[in-house]
């Protein structure tokens, strides 16, 4: 697997790459975190998310915020695992809520 590149490392933590010919974008922030896939992000409908709440024992409020990286890697790689085996693309929209 290609290794994951950061565009931001705290507030937000934020990914992005290529899936299967697809878009992929990871955010995570607040109290939250994300992952979408799209055939182009922010031009086409999302096929694809997952995401849930994340705090910390340090910064409860924010700690998605600045949530490790090796986190935030595990995540993606967990989510891209998981899209691989779904191919929504190939099968309709499908969209997956998971708590962390």
């Given at each position: 697997m290609?290794?994951?590149?950061?565009?931001?490392?705290?507030?937000?933590?934020q990914?992005?790459?290529?899936?299967?010919?697809?878009?992929?974008?990871?955010?995570?922030?607040?109290?939250?975190?994300?992952?979408?896939?799209?055939?182009?992000?922010?031009?086409?409908?999302?096929?694809?998310?997952?995401?849930?709440?994340?705090?910390?024992n340090e910064?409860?409020?924010?700690?998605?915020?600045?949530?490790?990286?090796r986190?935030?890697?595990s995540l993606?790689?967990g989510?891209?695992?998981?899209?691989?085996?779904?191919?929504?693309?190939?099968?309709?929209?499908?969209?997956?809520?998971?708590?962390?």
């Open positions: 290609r290794e994951i590149k950061f565009s931001c490392t705290g507030a937000p933590v990914a992005e790459g290529k899936v299967c010919g697809m878009e992929w974008y990871f955010r995570s922030r607040g109290t939250w975190w994300s992952f979408s896939v799209a055939r182009k992000m922010w031009k086409t409908e999302t096929i694809y998310e997952c995401g849930g709440s994340w705090t910390d910064n409860s409020e924010f700690g998605a915020s600045w949530m490790d990286l986190k935030a890697r993606i790689r989510c891209l695992q998981l899209y691989r085996v779904a191919r929504p693309d190939k099968i309709g929209h499908w969209i997956e809520r998971s708590g962390s």
